[in-house]
Structures are given as structure tokens and as C-alpha cells.
């Protein structure tokens, strides 16, 4: 019977033996194959820099076609290849190709990996007071489905029929039928092989983090202590377990109907002056599917930027959060409408307008939510003492688009008036700015915040304010003058305008887009520099930097495997007690308990600290 | 030493109310039924859409359905017997419910002979094409499901699964009656909407 004990004992102790047993680990398991939460959520991060970098030159050279068409691209024929021709055209299939890599690789891999992957797997655990995920080999596996997702992915891009071109939300039957279009063949099918691993990974990511919240949240970590960050990265990841699944239902319906001759998505198609055998199927019953998931994801990308910029302004302006509950309430309900306005992608499919109704009074509901995250913003920030770091400025930055994207939202989600919006440049303005930089900038805004705890090192914060301002400047100058092209009904994903008289004022627009859009892209070389940099040569960083009061400060200046070296911190209140009247510093770390604060305590928190102290 | 690290176990146990990896079982169970859930409404709208093919269904799936039930109750059976430390009855449970389940991979596959022989192929019309992705689908996470079976053998052989130990083939139980849960909602949704 001795045997079976111990064996009972090792399963259950597992989360209180790290500190004991400290064990040198190979340089392969420590920096690779490593389970620790804070190795896989660097590799996530540099994954999706990575991808950032590819997908924003993806942008660049399409947007260099659109507002220089008559540009000799020879100068990119060694990237490029045959991709441009002798004449110095860039070719309209790879043109498609690109819009739809961008498309992809911004939604999926920079903004859903690149920022979960990378903010959840860092601070789930550190900020509940856990030793490491609830599962570290499932965090490792999701990880590298992620890698294995990339490498496909990145391979497609080398194929000679081109990558996947019908658009990132790959719409049959154009994506359907091979012999649609050359970016419909092996890149198609690559893509859709990607987009399985891409899914497995979130799907164990997923799973990890709402265990972790529910299970592992330290002594005294009650849901109502959670920081904000950690209530949308939980939030955020019930969206994607319950939205990817039917990305997946989707996906293999279409793969059934390019691999097995299935009619799922297909009816009565003519091509090449040739009748296709598929009868019965719809292809409105693929866009039903992909946006029931498209439109969470939505939110997938931008919660977990909320999120951060609650915590960076919060800590910035030294001012408690504005509305706790209600930020956790907007989330909640954020949460819940994003699974019931999806057809408002789809007004223009020839829906029953009294359905098409609905979902628009649906939509535009979500705009009380929002409405209230903004108006909390705004009122933290209202008469705080303001630090204006890089990452409050990317924050601030994050709440300016997300109101001035959130605008355009309104008038989208309108069903009659989308009828005219449909697929133009003012739908593009309209989520670029309200989840495409905003979400970026949450990134960005996190990636300035947590970097001195994530490498121990401070980054330059010149550097950070020259970034934030060409940045800022620069995806405004972009951005809001496709809001006229698009209002003037230029469609998106066209390959060139020259053709129509009607858009020939708006070249020179066009091309003012695309020089700005060349500054921001540039700028973001110096992040690059400033962050690779520093993380080798830059100043040492104090264990808190930013005198901020969740648990993820009270680790060592590099948190070994484990986390804390000694026991786990008790948490005795909620993260956000900032500029406490009467309190000796303005911050007061979720460690430190009531008793010790008489001070500054409430009549309620006076009783919190007699009930703590008959506890010890 | 024991004594001190169960002592530590005990406190874990307060602080936590739920196994963490019995709980992300049950949410990879709620991404299956998302799937699940996805296909279904597919099949609904596409129903609406017109143009859809009526077929009986073969009652081989109702005799199917029964097996995978008996199969519930075997690992069930198993289950208990874990608990009492009969590990030899655990050993043939484990074997019995794989063998029933290899039985109703059989008797799947016996039923979409049926189907091809009303002249309803997985190529044609999508209410045909949906009988055999559910089906399949379904089989695919039942192979799944085989695999764990295979490791809570392995498990028991090694006497890792006893009454002190029940965690993995109390998971493996879960998994498997929501398998035959998720067959019967197959099969009743195909049946009543056909």
C-alpha cells in the first residue's frame, strides 16, 4: 500500500515542489522545448514579431501598387520574383495573394497569437499567483501547433501557384474550386492545413488559461481581486473555445467539397464554359459558419488589448480603475453579443431584411459595452497624476482608435446604409482602426509595459516616444482618408483604379496613403531596434518599475522556473488602490494586508483587517 | 517525508474546488460540443435552404447506437471495479468496452454500406454528404477515445488505476459516456430532421 501512497502524493503535490527541486535544465528543454509560461510566452511574442514584420511588408508592396500605379517594381523582383513582371508590373494573382496573407497573418498571427499567446501565457500565471500554467506540456504543445501552423503557412507563400488569394475570410466557391484561380490550388489547401494546427494550438492555449483562472488563482485571489487584464485574457479565451470549433466545422466542410467532391458549399456552377457536377449546396451557409466564428474573433483581438490598457492606465494615471465592475461587466457583455450579431457581415447576401434588422439592432447594441470601456477610460485618466510612459502612450493611443473606429461601427452596422459601405475602403478604415490598431497598439502598449519584467532590462523610452508619435500620426494618416475613398465606393481588394474615371481625383489621395503608410511601417524599425536592443544592453530594471500593485512585481528581477523563490503571495486586496487618501505611498501592492494599512482603511476594509488578523 | 507531503496535498485540495486536468477535460469536451453544435445548425440552414434529398435512415444505426450503450455501461462497470481495486475486472472491462466499440466502428460502416445502397453516396446531395461526416466525425473521436482506453490499460497494468488513483479512468469514463451522449444526439437529430 506504501507504493500507492506515494504515488497519490506525487500527483497532488506537484504544485508546491518547484522551489525544491531546482534542477539545471539543457539548453534545448530551457529556451525550446521549455514548458515554463514565461519561455513559451517570449517565443509566442517573437513568432508574432515575426509575422508582424512580414505581414506589414505585405501592406507596404500592395500599397505601393495602389497608390503609385505606374511604379517600375523591378527593384523588388529579388523578393519578388516572377511575381513581378519584366516590365516591372506587380502581378493582379499575387496581388489578391498578398491582401489575403495580410488579412490572415494580421488576424491570426500577430493579433490573436502573437497577443494572447504571448500576454496570457506571460501574465495568467504571474498575476494569480501561480508557480506556472495548469498544464505545461499542453502550454508546450499549443506553442508548437503554433510553429508548425507558421511553417506551413510560410511555406505556402513559396509555392509557384501563390498562396491562398481569395481574401482572408476565403469565401466559396471562389476558394473552393481549384481551377477558380492559381492562389486556389496547393495554397489553398496549405492554408487550410495551417489554419487546423492554427486552431489545435488556440484551442489548447484556451483551455490552459481558463483552467489556470479557475484553478491555480493564489490565496485570497478572489474573481473580484483579479487585475483586469487577466478577466479579459479568461474572457477572451471562452470566446475561442466556443468560436473556433465551428471555424473548424467550417473548414472541413470546405475541405470535404475541394478534396472529396462533396456539394456542401457548391451548386450549379459554370467555369471555364463547363457545368460542375455539385448540386444542392449554399454558399451563404459558409459565410454563416466562418463569421459565427469571425465575428468573435473580432473580440478574440481586441479583449486582451482592453485589457492591458486597463492595467497600463490604471497604473499611469495613479488612479484606481474608473468602473471596475462595469469594466467587467462590458466585458462580459461584449462577450456574450459577439455570438449573436455575425450576419451583419453578411446584409448584402440577399438575407430577409426583417432578419437583417434584428442583427442590426443586435450590433449596434454592443455599443453601450464599448461605449462604457471608452467612458472609463477617459474617467481614469480624468485628474490623475499622469506618467506618460511609452506604454501609457500606446494605451492612450489604443482608447483614441478604438472611439474613432468605434464611430464608423455605427453607421456599418446600419443594415441599409451597409448596403452602400459593403466591401469598400470605408469598411477597411473601420476595422483597422477600431480592431486592427487598437489591437496593435494593446500589443505594443504591453510589450513597453511588461518588458522589464519579461527580460529584466529597461527599454529606451526616447526611442518609445519617437515610435508612439510616428506611429499614431502615422495610422490616423493612413487610415482616415480611406474612410472618403471609401464613401466615394472604391471596393476593396482591387488590384487598380486607373481604369475607372470616376476615382481618377483620388490618386493622388491614394498616394498620400501610401507614403504614409511606408513612415508608420518605417517607424516601427525603431521598436525593432529598441527592443532587441535592450534586451541585451539595456539598463537593469528595478523589480517594479512602475510602482504597480499586481503580483507579477513582487517576483525577482528575472523570475526563475517557478516564479516566486519562496512561497506564493497571499492576496489581501484588489489590484487597483492607487493614490489611497491617507496612504503612506500612492500604491499599495496586493500583498500588503488591511491590517497594516489603518490609515488609509475604509469602515468595510477596518473589519476585512479584524477578520485577517483572528485568521493568523 | 511522506507524511509531510501529503500533508501538503491536503491543503491543496482545500484550495482547489476542481481537478485542473479533470476540468480541461470538461472543456475540451465544450469545444467538441461546438463543433458538434456548428455541424448540426449547418445541416438546419441547409435544410431550409430547399433543394434537400429525404432518405430513410438505415436501421443499422439504431443497432449501432445500442452497442456504443452497452459500451457505456462496460466502461461504467470498469469504473466501479476500479473503485473496489478489482484490478484483474478492470483489465477485462477495459478490454470488453474496447471491443464493443471496435464492434460499433463495424456496424458504422455496415451502415453507410446500407445508405450506399439507397443510392445515397458522401458525393451528392448535402443531406446525404452530412450523414457521413457526422458519422465519421464522431468515429474520429471515438479513436480518440480508444487511445485513452489504451493508455488507462497500460495504466492498470503498471497498477496506477486503484481506488486511491481514479483520476485517469474517471476521465476516461467521462470521455467515454459523453461519446455515446454525442452519438445519441447524432443519431436522434439525423432521425427526427431527415
Not at chain 1, 508557480?131 to 508548437?144: E, T, V
Amino acid at each position: 500500500m506504501s507504493i500507492t501512497d506515494i504515488q497519490v502524493t506525487d500527483e497532488l503535490v506537484h504544485d508546491d515542489d518547484h522551489n525544491e527541486e531546482h534542477h539545471e535544465q539543457s539548453f534545448i528543454f530551457k529556451y525550446i522545448f521549455s514548458t515554463d509560461h514565461k519561455t513559451i510566452a517570449k517565443q509566442f511574442l517573437i513568432t508574432g514579431i515575426f509575422w508582424a514584420i512580414l505581414g506589414g511588408g505585405l501592406s507596404v508592396i500592395f500599397r505601393l501598387q495602389l497608390g503609385f500605379p505606374d511604379m517600375d517594381m523591378g527593384f523588388l523582383q529579388p523578393f519578388l520574383g516572377d511575381w513581378i513582371s519584366n516590365s516591372g508590373k506587380l502581378d493582379p494573382e499575387f496581388y489578391l495573394a498578398m491582401i489575403t496573407m495580410h488579412g490572415t497573418i494580421m488576424v491570426f498571427f500577430v493579433l490573436t497569437a502573437g497577443l494572447s499567446g504571448t500576454f496570457s501565457n506571460y501574465l495568467i500565471p504571474l498575476q494569480l499567483g501561480a508557480r506556472d500554467m495548469a498544464s505545461g506540456f499542453m502550454n508546450l504543445l499549443s506553442y508548437w501547433f503554433f510553429f508548425l501552423s507558421s511553417v506551413i503557412m510560410f511555406i505556402s507563400m513559396f509555392l509557384s501557384t501563390g498562396p491562398a488569394s481569395g481574401g482572408w475570410t476565403i469565401y466559396p466557391p471562389l476558394s473552393a474550386l481549384p481551377q477558380a484561380m492559381s492562389g486556389s490550388g496547393m495554397g489553398m489547401t496549405l492554408w487550410l492545413v495551417s489554419m487546423v494546427f492554427f486552431i489545435a494550438s488556440t484551442l489548447l492555449g484556451g483551455i490552459n488559461y481558463i483552467t489556470t483562472v479557475i484553478n491555480l488563482r493564489t490565496e485570497g485571489m478572489t474573481f473580484r481581486r483579479m487585475p483586469l487584464t487577466i478577466w479579459a485574457f479568461f474572457i477572451t479565451a471562452i470566446l475561442g473555445l466556443l468560436s473556433f470549433p465551428v471555424l473548424v466545422a467550417c473548414v472541413l466542410l470546405l475541405v470535404f467539397d475541394r478534396s472529396f467532391g462533396t456539394s456542401f458549399y457548391l451548386s450549379e456552377i459554370f467555369i471555364g464554359g463547363e457545368a460542375l457536377p455539385n448540386l444542392g449546396g449554399s454558399p451563404i451557409l459558409f459565410q454563416h459558419l466562418f463569421w459565427f466564428l469571425g465575428h468573435p474573433e473580432v473580440y478574440i483581438v481586441i479583449l486582451p488589448a482592453l485589457g492591458i490598457t486597463s492595467e497600463v492606465i490604471s497604473t499611469n494615471s495613479r488612479k484606481p480603475i474608473f468602473g471596475y465592475t462595469a469594466m467587467i461587466g462590458s466585458i462580459l457583455a461584449i462577450a456574450f453579443l459577439s455570438f449573436i450579431v455575425w450576419a451583419h457581415h453578411m446584409f448584402i447576401t440577399g438575407m430577409n431584411p426583417f432578419l437583417g434588422s434584428i442583427f442590426m439592432f443586435l450590433t449596434l447594441i454592443i455599443a453601450i459595452p464599448s461605449a462604457v470601456k471608452a467612458f472609463n477610460y477617459i474617467t481614469t485618466l480624468w485628474k490623475g497624476n499622469l506618467v506618460f510612459t511609452p506604454a501609457m502612450l500606446f494605451s492612450i493611443g489604443l482608447v483614441s482608435f478604438f472611439i474613432s473606429g468605434g464611430l464608423t461601427g455605427l453607421f456599418l452596422g446600419n443594415a441599409a446604409i451597409d448596403i452602400n459601405l459593403h466591401d469598400t475602403y470605408f469598411v477597411v478604415a473601420h476595422f483597422h482602426l477600431v480592431m486592427g490598431s487598437a489591437a496593435f497598439f494593446g500589443l505594443l502598449a504591453g510589450v513597453y509595459h511588461w518588458f522589464p519584467k519579461m527580460f529584466g532590462r529597461m527599454m529606451d523610452e526616447k526611442l518609445g516616444y519617437i515610435h508612439f508619435w510616428l506611429t499614431f500620426v502615422g495610422v490616423y494618416l493612413v487610415f482616415f482618408p480611406l474612410h472618403y475613398i471609401g464613401i466615394a465606393g472604391f471596393p476593396r481588394r482591387y488590384y487598380s483604379f486607373t481604369n475607372f474615371d470616376a476615382f481618377s481625383s483620388f490618386v493622388d489621395l491614394n498616394s498620400f496613403v501610401t507614403v504614409a503608410a511606408i513612415i508608420t511601417f518605417g517607424a516601427q524599425f525603431i521598436f525593432l531596434f529598441n527592443f532587441f536592443y535592450n534586451i541585451f544592453k539595456g539598463k537593469k530594471a528595478p523589480s517594479n518599475p512602475w510602482n504597480s500593485n499586481t503580483l507579477e512585481w513582487t517576483t525577482p528581477r528575472i523570475p526563475e522556473h517557478g516564479n516566486w523563490p519562496g512561497d506564493i503571495p497571499k492576496v489581501y486586496r484588489w489590484p487597483y488602490d492607487y493614490s489611497k487618501p491617507g496612504a503612506k505611498d500612492d500604491f499599495i501592492p496586493q500583498t500588503v494586508p488591511y491590517h497594516q494599512t489603518k490609515e488609509s482603511n475604509t469602515d468595510f476594509e477596518n473589519e476585512e483587517s479584524k477578520k485577517e488578523q483572528s485568521a493568523s | 517525508m511522506e507524511n509531510t507531503a501529503v500533508i501538503f496535498a491536503n491543503r491543496n485540495i482545500k484550495i482547489k474546488s476542481v481537478n485542473a486536468k479533470k476540468f480541461a477535460l470538461w472543456l475540451f469536451i465544450v469545444s467538441i460540443c461546438m463543433l458538434f453544435a456548428g455541424l448540426t445548425s449547418a445541416y438546419i440552414v441547409k435544410k431550409s435552404d430547399g433543394r434537400w434529398l429525404q432518405f430513410d435512415m438505415p436501421d443499422m444505426f439504431l443497432y449501432s447506437t445500442l452497442v456504443l450503450v452497452l459500451s457505456s455501461v462496460a466502461m461504467h462497470w470498469t469504473y466501479l471495479k476500479a473503485k473496489n481495486n478489482s484490478l484483474n475486472a478492470v483489465k477485462m472491462g477495459i478490454t470488453v468496452t474496447a471491443g464493443i466499440a471496435i464492434v460499433f466502428f463495424y456496424m458504422q460502416y455496415l451502415s453507410w454500406t446500407k445508405l450506399v445502397a439507397q443510392d445515397v453516396f458522401l458525393v451528392g446531395n448535402p443531406s446525404g454528404s452530412f450523414v457521413y461526416i457526422f458519422s465519421g466525425l464522431h468515429l474520429a473521436h471515438l479513436i480518440g477515445g480508444l487511445v485513452f482506453l489504451l493508455v488507462v490499460f497500460l495504466d492498470t497494468m503498471s497498477y496506477k488505476v486503484h481506488s486511491k488513483s481514479m483520476l485517469a479512468i474517471e476521465m476516461c469514463t467521462t470521455y467515454w459516456h459523453f461519446l455515446g451522449g454525442l452519438w445519441i444526439y447524432l443519431y436522434l437529430f439525423l432521425v427526427m430532421n431527415n
